[in-house]
């Protein structure tokens, strides 16, 4: 079977489980996405090839603009076609598992009986996950003040998310937030680099008051 085959029959087992959701097939980003008030919300699919065999899985991600728009800033993306195509928070599927959260496939068989094993983490676990956060003030919690929290973005991308949430949704531990961060990069505050150039910025718009 050819890679664009089994995308295909992965697509149509999704889309069977996400059935009366928001959520509709985007096959260039390889993804089913909702639009939400602040951005979107995807269900992506990751599948690799190692014929015969595929194996594949799930990452979720949310994008909200208002904090994209304050990232942008600072990452050093080359164009707005690229900046577009960001994500505030990505959570792999393992997040949702007990279990390997990779599935291998060879055939329509497997695809169906792994789509039975899906469907209940799908519709029980990651569509009211998605449900609950869709805004700046929930997305803080989950990613600053969970744990485990929920953004496995790598560094230094992460931690400048969770600083600006922090600031957007008025996280009173926003300053303990910078100090870990900070730490955990091994960044000292006088040294040339996005995080700390974002932290300058922050705290410019701080002390000029709360975010309205």
């Known amino acids: 079977m050819k890679k664009r085959d089994m995308k295909d029959l992965l697509f149509k087992m999704l889309a069977d489980i996400l059935a009366g959701t928001d959520f509709r097939l985007k096959k260039s980003d390889d993804a089913f996405i909702r639009k939400i008030t602040d951005g979107r919300?995807?269900?992506?699919?990751?599948?690799?090839?190692?014929?015969?065999?595929?194996?594949?899985?799930?990452?979720?991600?949310?994008?909200?603009?208002?904090?994209?728009?304050?990232?942008?800033?600072?990452?050093?993306?080359?164009?707005?076609?690229?900046?577009?195509?960001?994500?505030?928070?990505i959570t792999q599927l393992e997040y949702f598992m007990a279990a390997p959260a990779e599935f291998s496939v060879t055939t329509e068989q497997d695809v169906a009986a792994n789509g039975r094993v899906l469907s209940g983490v799908v519709r029980g676990k990651i569509v009211p996950f998605l449900d609950k956060l869709q805004d700046v003030k929930s997305l803080d919690i989950a990613v600053n003040r969970q744990v485990p929290g929920i953004n496995s973005t790598q560094p230094p991308y992460g931690p400048m998310t969770s600083i600006i949430l922090a600031h957007l949704a008025g996280n009173p531990d926003y300053d303990r937030l910078v100090a870990r961060h900070r730490a955990d990069l091994n960044l000292p505050p006088e040294m040339d680099y996005p995080f700390n150039h974002l932290v300058e910025y922050l705290d410019k718009l701080r002390s000029a008051g709360p975010v309205p």
């Open 41 to 89: 919300q995807t269900i992506g699919l990751s599948l690799y090839d190692y014929n015969p065999e595929f194996v594949f899985s799930l990452v979720i991600c949310i994008r909200l603009e208002s904090v994209e728009t304050i990232f942008h800033l600072f990452s050093g993306s080359p164009s707005p076609e690229y900046q577009a195509m960001s994500e505030t928070t």
